[in-house]
């Protein structure tokens, strides 16, 4: 693992390179890979502050890294990983509500502490000091950075780096790469100059286990808005989003909240989402008269629906996404192959729910009729 000859590690002060005036700025990625690969510590920007990053692989790059930070002992470092799919190599058994997370706020400034006692955690594979730096207490903290250059790092980088802030503990964040030079002087081998850090503040700290969440250290995501992030999301897809969908939205909804005993207007409180787009579908028009009327004969409003198109964040953000046709699951998975396994029709028997669009309310009647009937069977499997 330590293969880098010790002379590359000396005490000079840090090579500083300017991602912005960088002719090209995949040299400079090589160049970092490099140094990450010889043991080297190299301080990259993130979206949040910069950080001082060192190959996992790399035993006694780990050991600078904790000596330049005179980092207490007991604390961990986190693993930057390249992508949201990557954390089940690390967490195997991460839970529904972790893979949720991570769907969700990757690449983002937020770090998840899940289990990793999986015996096929890749954790197992690391040397064994790099263990007890990233996961002292069978748990370890990944992140994915939203930073275009420290992704193209992670992924031209044979294994994870880990990461902290580039400051000595318990002085101030770096938020720039002056900041870093000045914190950490000749400790650090090579800084990536990005600017000031645009969010300015270090990412949030999640840990999360089968019963929920807690935040271990505040940063820029708040617990509000992670409290929304930790909601189960149902999608229902069809063309328009005027009839069918919205129509399967609102009965859906009422469904949902018989079988957890609150009103509609409470299932967000209960960590339930449920929303509607279409594959064709223009911003901001009206549900159908005809659905509006039929959907409120049942006591169901639809007036203050507005449609919407799918988006790559609505599909990113579903849990299960349920589509009014096969056209509409192939067009959706053709654009976001990722969303294959969350994304089946609503009709068990793999027919399509007849569009009701031109008919007469007598054809929304059946329509809603065949939504609900299809609901009732999905929803007692639905798992929430």
């Known amino acids: 693992m330590d293969s880098a000859p010790q002379f590359l590690i000396c005490k000079m002060p840090p090579v500083v390179i300017d991602l912005r005036a960088a002719e090209e700025p995949r040299d400079v990625v090589h160049r970092a890979v490099q140094a990450l690969a010889e043991g080297k510590l190299v301080a ?41 799919d990557d954390a089940l190599d690390y967490a195997p058994a991460m839970s529904r509500l972790g893979r949720r ?20 955690s890749l954790i197992h594979r690391l040397p064994a000091s790099v263990r007890r730096a990233i996961s002292p207490d069978h748990s370890v903290g990944l992140r994915v950075p939203a930073h ?43 800084v990536l100059n990005d600017g000031r850090s645009r969010l300015g503040q270090p990412s949030t700290v999640v840990e999360v286990t089968d019963k929920g969440i807690e935040i271990l250290r505040p940063g820029v995501v708040s617990a509000q808005t992670l409290k929304r992030l930790s ?24 469904l949902l909240a018989d079988r957890l005993s609150c009103s509609v207007d409470e299932l967000p409180d209960r960590g339930v989402l449920v929303m509607s787009a279409g594959t064709s579908a223009a911003m901001g028009n ?9 959907l409120g004969e049942w006591g169901l409003k ?30 959706l998975v053709s654009q976001w192959p990722e969303a294959a396994p969350r994304a089946s029709l609503l009709c068990r028997d793999g027919g399509d729910i007849a569009d009701p669009i031109g008919g007469t309310e007598e054809h929304y009647r059946r329509c809603a009729a065949q939504i609900t009937v299809e609901l009732e069977s999905r929803l007692v499997d639905l798992q929430i």
């Open 44 to 84: 990259l920007p993130t979206e949040t502050v910069y950080g001082l990053a060192a190959s996992a692989l790399h035993e006694k790059a780990i050991d600078r890294l904790l000596e330049a930070k005179n980092r207490p002992q007991g604390q961990p470092l986190t693993l930057a990983i390249k992508s949201a």
């Open 101 to 120: 997370l991570a769907r969700r706020c990757w690449p983002g400034p937020v770090t998840l502490v899940v289990e990793d006692h999986h015996p096929e």
């Open 148 to 190: 275009q250059a420290v992704l193209d790092i992670l992924r031209m980088l044979a294994g994870p780096i880990a990461l902290t802030s580039a400051n000595r503990s318990g002085e101030p964040d770096a938020l720039t790469a002056e900041d870093v030079v000045r914190n950490l002087g000749d400790r650090v081998q090579l």
């Open 231 to 254: 909601s189960f999301m149902l999608l229902f897809v069809c063309t328009g989003n005027t009839c069918r969908s919205p129509m399967a939205e609102a009965i859906c909804r009422k």
């Open 286 to 294: 009206r549900a159908s008269p005809e659905g509006i009327k039929v």
């Open 302 to 331: 639809l007036t203050d629906h507005e449609s919407q198109p799918v988006t790559a964040q609505l599909v990113r953000h579903a849990d299960v996404i349920w589509t009014m046709t096969r056209s509409h699951r192939q067009a």
